[in-house]
């Protein structure tokens, strides 16, 4: 658990590198305390009640928070000496420990979705200089690590871990561990959106392989990297050799004067997907190849389980990372991962909320969108967010009409729209460039009288529908 420490101004702070400049001043063995310095152990946050206690009580924050399985809506509950003394914790310090308590809500809720493992079988190790948690990346002397769970994590997420918190209802319980195996071997990743020396997407295979993409802005450009696919995240050490490139780049342009902004690295909640932000586009070769063994390399990875964009494991019997798939029919748009010139995007993107777009961009671009089918300017699809959402649209000449969607989003267009949108370039329109009214008027009576007898014989309302019209 974090060590807390109280600085000479009175504010209590979290001693290390999760703390502010104050806290990590006071984790340096030659820095000279002050007199006042108090330190001891977090309590950690209250655990999400029991179902029992949910019943018999009334209902709180606390039920909120585990129906959703956030606990980060939880209380902290602080050491004594700090609930007790005359001042609070410093503002950033407290920050950070919610970011923490975010990162290990959602990470624990995701796992138990996808494994029956519950009782897992830690072991315990006190390490003389301070780890990062796979989970939370908050950084411990004392570690807890499980060989069912594949990963090493603070004590406050093992703990968490045994609650309560993300529990999927009993009618949705997992019925097999799909948390993937991890590779003994490095695993070569998937690049696109650049060529890198001796690389060719379309020559590799294994669908489940990770993703590194090249995303070039104006002036400067991101690298991505995704683990996503391989039903893993990066653990804290990947995420800090990530980091250790950040900084040596970031150094390497600090006096060039063609480079204006801050090299940033991002990495989401569930550490699925990492983003290298601010490199200069005649760089991204050389960056790239530095961070190459860091995401090829499975010592890096932990499983996390495959989300509902995630599963092209399930094209074969035997899931396996890298997979057997060949990857361009697991995922056909990987050479440009761009619209079809089909798809009016600048008309989309000018009547869609821009967050909402980016979301829809993002979703296309991961493979989203399936079961798409284009019906001269009719668009159907399925759209895998947070569970499969039924998405139809009317275009027309590749522009975006009107449209509805299966999610709880109101607004007139959601993401899972922008996303299908975006795809209808991708498939093949029945119809082609002949209108059904074409079609109809060149088609003789005896052929509509023999499709119209096979469309009643096949389908109970089609039957229905000629004897109330022509009856």
Known sequence: MPTFARSGSGKWHVVGPDGCRYGRAFDDEDAA????????????YEPPKSREEIRSGSRSVDETAFSRGYAHDQRLVLPSAIEESDSDLCGSCRTRLDQHQKRRATVIADLK????????DWDRSDRETRQGCDWCRAHERTTWHSDDLGTTVCPACGRLFETQLGEPKSEHPPDENRLPETPDESVTPIV??????????????GSNR???KYREKHTYADVIFE????GHGFTAQGIAALEAVRTDYAEQVAAADTHQTEVSLTVGTTPRTVTLEGILPGDHVDVITDCWDVVCDPDHWFPLGWPQQGYIHRRSADPAVPGEDPVIEAFPRLQTQQPSAAVDTETLRSITDPGRYDRGERYYEQGAVTDIQRVDDSLEA???????????????????????????????LCKHIVAAVLASGDVETIGGEQSLED???????AELRSLLQTLAEDDLTVRTRIYEELS
């Open 33 to 44: 305390l002050d007199e006042t310095v108090t330190a001891t152990d977090i309590v950690a």
């Open 210 to 212: 990770p993703l590194i």
């Open 439 to 445: 079609v109809l008027e060149s088609a003789s009576t």
């Open 227 to 230: 683990l996503e696919r391989t």
């Open 192 to 205: 696109f959106g650049t060529t890198l020396p001796e690389s060719d997407p379309a020559d590799l295979t």
């Open 113 to 120: 979705r996808v494994t029956p493992v519950r009782a897992a």
């Open 382 to 412: 399925t759209v895998q967010g947070s569970r499969p959402y039924d998405v139809q649209v009317t275009l027309s000449n590749g522009s975006y009409v009107e449209g509805g969607c299966s999610c709880p989003d109101d607004a007139n």
